[in-house]
């Protein structure tokens, strides 16, 4: 007979989901910026018995989101996020509630090419409640999430995971993060097709001067006037291990014809012979026929890669650096604005649909 005093390991469940939660809210106090350098937080006795539950697997998983949808990463009640959409469908896969973490918060309109977050999960059969299971293997949480994630809007993506020891934390062990924005310059209104997904500059941009720009901001500096107000972070001062400004191709990439031709590896391609005057449009050449093609913007990218940001502080250096390509600012300008350390000598900050988180760095043991 069983023991009418021994509990069901299902019994407590909801209590440990409930101290969990707390645990939770707990770290969440802490600005982005003191938990990207591993300061200022405190780990009650609970919580580390909760982390090094042996019957647990943490999992640490990267995800790629379209942020437009979003109110952000972080989950916030009665809001559709990142971490809400993620933690249903792990609970739809799994069966049982779980709390996720986020190595690095992103706000609402921006997108991830990879974030990376962890979980715990505790593998209970679903046939006989109560029986432990050995934990999944990483391809089938990768594909099992993903299943739950495209019946809701389809916006977000694990795009890997690992097994990891129960003490890795996403954001604490993270060494390093890259971001990447985009700018689309070109007198002509926006694509649908890019909608959301960069900031259009209207003005041409000079690559040169941003170029000269970012080497008065790359390095270890005071960044007070590039850090927004509410900025929780104890410190102003970052150390920006690159800042750079690169032309790239404008997305949705078509070949042009001439791409095409040089690819072309059939003899006598008719389209090389032609001594008809050609436009180059996106992707298409018309031979002077423009109706119906839209040109193409220059795309911009500015990449910032650091340890830690400041709040803002990816946006509000853009935001000077495309006021100096557009003639606004010049490289003098730029070093009086670190110079005031006050952000009210900046600009107002790029909007965050150009914004992408690209990469978060880790070392594993």
């Known amino acids: 007979m069983t023991d009418p005093n021994l509990k069901h390991p299902l019994d407590d469940s909801t209590a440990s989901q409930e101290r969990l939660s707390k645990v939770a809210r707990i770290i969440d106090e802490f600005s982005d910026e003191e938990e990207e350098a591993g300061q200022g937080l405190v780990i009650s006795e609970e919580s580390e018995m909760l982390v090094k539950n042996p019957r647990m697997q943490r999992y640490l998983i990267a995800i790629e989101y379209i942020g437009t949808r979003f109110f952000g990463s972080q989950q916030q009640p009665k809001y559709r996020t ?8 792990f609970h739809k896969f799994i069966g049982q509630p779980v709390k996720i973490f986020c190595s690095s918060r992103t706000d609402a309109g921006v997108h991830a090419l990879s974030n990376v977050c962890h979980v715990d999960v505790e593998r209970i059969s679903k046939r006989k409640p109560g029986e432990l299971l050995p934990p999944h293997e990483p391809g089938v949480v990768q594909k099992a999430v993903n299943h739950f994630l495209q019946k809701n809007e ?5 795009i890997d995971v690992r097994c990891v020891p129960s003490n890795y934390h996403a954001r604490y062990k993270a060494k390093e993060r890259t971001y990447f924005y985009r ?14 997904r ?5 003005e041409e941009l000079d690559l040169r001067a941003m170029q000269e720009a970012c080497r008065v901001l790359v390095g270890s500096h005071d960044f007070s006037s590039f850090r927004a107000a509410g ?28 791409e095409r031709a040089g690819s072309n590896l059939n003899n006598g391609d008719p389209l090389t012979c032609s001594s008809q005057p050609k436009t180059e449009t996106a992707g298409v050449t018309t031979n002077g026929d423009t109706f119906g093609i839209r040109r193409r913007h220059r795309c911009y990218v500015v990449t910032a890669r650091s340890r830690g940001f400041l709040y803002h502080q990816v946006r509000l250096l853009v935001a000077v650096l495309k006021c100096v390509g557009t003639g606004e600012l010049t490289v003098s300008d730029v070093e009086r604005i670190l110079k005031a350390k006050n952000v009210a000598a900046a600009k107002p900050m790029a909007p965050a649909s150009g914004l992408y988180l690209g990469r978060v760095k880790y070392e594993f043991p």
């Open 82 to 89: 990142v971490v809400g959409v993620l933690q249903e469908a």
């Open 154 to 158: 389809g916006d977000v993506m694990v």
């Open 183 to 196: 700018l689309l310059s070109g007198s002509d209104p926006l694509s649908i097709l890019e909608k959301d």
């Open 198 to 202: 960069a900031w259009h500059v209207p």
């Open 231 to 258: 900025c929780q972070a104890k410190s102003p001062v970052r150390s920006l291990d690159e800042l750079s400004v690169t032309e790239a191709p404008s997305t949705p990439y078509f070949p042009s014809v001439t």
